[in-house]
């Protein structure tokens, strides 16, 4: 079934972006960093996933403070590191768009916010399993490349529900707890999402 928001578990919000203004951003950020889009898309055309951290844990320098523990929560999770450990904002992203568009996003949230924010790239043709995400009661995602074969699956009791999130602008909240939960990329194309996990 179709559908364009899931309430209460998964809905834009009432902030939103420019996409362009912010993939320019993304850009200069790359560029500070040594990576390029174009690189990373063609990677991810054979690799599953391809991730960035931008926000890192205290104490952590160079190129660890966007490399390290940029995986899975288990695997993180499995190294001593809890969501909650990530406290510190990649300098090279503060004074860009994308820096201001998270702390935005941590302002907007009612309660606590902390924990990783991610660039994530899913690679062509892949897809993860239906899961919940424990570890984390809010997220928020903004697609930033995407198309129609790139979407969600949500799982309840009685029926399955597909969901694409557009490259509109729109920022989504994400109960990952309380729904079941899946993503498919099913294009040519990595798809590209800031994915905002909070460890409270």
């Given at each position: 079934?179709?559908?364009?928001?899931?309430?209460?578990?998964?809905?834009?919000?009432?902030?939103?972006?420019?996409?362009?203004?912010?993939?320019?951003?993304?850009?200069?950020?790359?560029?500070?960093?040594?990576?390029s889009?174009?690189?990373?898309?063609?990677?991810?055309?054979?690799?599953f996933?391809?991730?960035?951290?931008?926000?890192?844990?205290?104490?952590?320098t160079?190129?660890?403070?966007w490399?390290?523990?940029?995986?899975?929560?288990?695997?993180?999770?499995?190294?001593?590191?809890?969501?909650?450990n990530?406290?510190?904002?990649?300098?090279?992203?503060?004074?860009?768009?994308?820096?201001?568009l998270i702390?935005?996003?941590?302002?907007?949230?009612?309660?606590?916010?902390?924990?990783?924010?991610?660039?994530?790239?899913?690679?062509?043709n892949?897809?993860?399993?239906?899961?919940?995400?424990?570890?984390?009661?809010?997220?928020?995602?903004?697609?930033?490349?995407?198309?129609?074969?790139?979407?969600?699956?949500?799982?309840?009791?009685?029926?399955?529900?597909?969901?694409?999130?557009?490259?509109?602008g729109?920022i989504?909240?994400?109960?990952?707890?309380?729904?079941?939960?899946t993503?498919?990329?099913?294009?040519?194309?990595?798809?590209?999402?800031l994915l905002?996990?909070s460890?409270?």
């Amino acid at each position: 079934m179709k559908i364009e928001s899931l309430q209460p578990y998964c809905y834009p919000i009432e902030i939103s972006t420019n996409i362009d203004e912010l993939m320019s951003s993304i850009n200069v950020l790359l560029s500070r960093l040594g990576l390029s889009l174009d690189n990373i898309n063609t990677w991810c055309k054979s690799n599953f996933a391809y991730t960035i951290n931008l926000t890192h844990l205290n104490g952590l320098t160079g190129s660890d403070r966007w490399r390290k523990y940029n995986a899975g929560h288990f695997t993180v999770k499995a190294q001593g590191v809890s969501e909650s450990n990530f406290t510190e904002h990649l300098e090279e992203a503060n004074d860009l768009l994308i820096g201001k568009l998270i702390r935005q996003i941590y302002e907007y949230h009612e309660d606590k916010f902390q924990g990783r924010a991610q660039l994530i790239w899913l690679g062509a043709n892949q897809q993860y399993k239906f899961h919940r995400d424990l570890h984390t009661p809010n997220r928020y995602h903004v697609p930033l490349i995407t198309n129609e074969k790139c979407y969600w699956l949500f799982r309840d009791n009685k029926n399955i529900y597909n969901l694409h999130m557009p490259a509109d602008g729109r920022i989504w909240y994400l109960d990952p707890i309380n729904i079941e939960h899946t993503f498919r990329n099913e294009s040519q194309e990595a798809r590209l999402h800031l994915l905002l996990t909070s460890g409270y």
